[in-house]
């Protein structure tokens, strides 16, 4: 529920029983399909930040916006791996042979820096860091374009954009 005047808001956890002997429990968050239409969705928004004067004069810092953190579970025992983090773009699985539809994209975007100080408001990083191991290989990295059955695989492309008046281009 919202807050009053001046309170905080609620907090809700979603967290299964421990196991003993087994799987502990299972977390599903599941829509239902469309024979006519879209199937439903799901959205995991993280709320905006904002900070009064009030605020600003007891922190002596912005307020930051909250994070969205997706973690596989961790692997304890020996010869196990720990758990994967896995996003998936939806198919376009209908055969027409004129526009069967197009699989959907998966695009990583960092925030935007929209403040005007040319020297700390920057836009946020897109960091991909392969695993690192204590003893053995470090994790790779794949940058793969898909296949076609019937035409040509996609492009790689990697590339810095134009600077603006006075910056140089990133290397």
Request: glycine share 22%; charged share 20%; net charge negative.
């Amino acid at each position: 529920a919202d807050a009053g005047r001046s309170g905080v808001s609620g907090y809700l956890r979603l967290k299964t029983g421990e196991a003993t002997s087994g799987m502990a429990g299972y977390i599903g968050l599941i829509t239902g399909n469309s024979t006519d239409g879209e199937g439903g969705a799901i959205e995991l928004v993280a709320g905006s930040s904002t900070e009064t004067e009030t605020y600003s004069r007891r922190r002596r810092e912005g307020a930051d916006g909250p994070h969205v953190q997706l973690k596989a579970g961790d692997a304890t025992s020996s010869k196990s791996t720990g758990g994967n983090v896995m996003l998936f773009a939806g198919h376009g699985t209908s055969n027409d042979r004129w526009d069967g539809g197009n699989g959907g994209s998966v695009e990583l975007i960092a925030g935007g820096g929209h403040g005007h100080n040319k020297h700390t408001d920057m836009g946020g990083d897109v960091s991909i860091t392969g695993g690192a191991s204590a003893k053995s290989i470090g994790g790779s990295l794949f940058l793969k374009s898909g296949p076609s059955l019937d035409s040509s695989s996609g492009d790689v492309t990697i590339a810095t954009v134009n600077s603006a008046n006075y910056g140089t281009s990133g290397s």
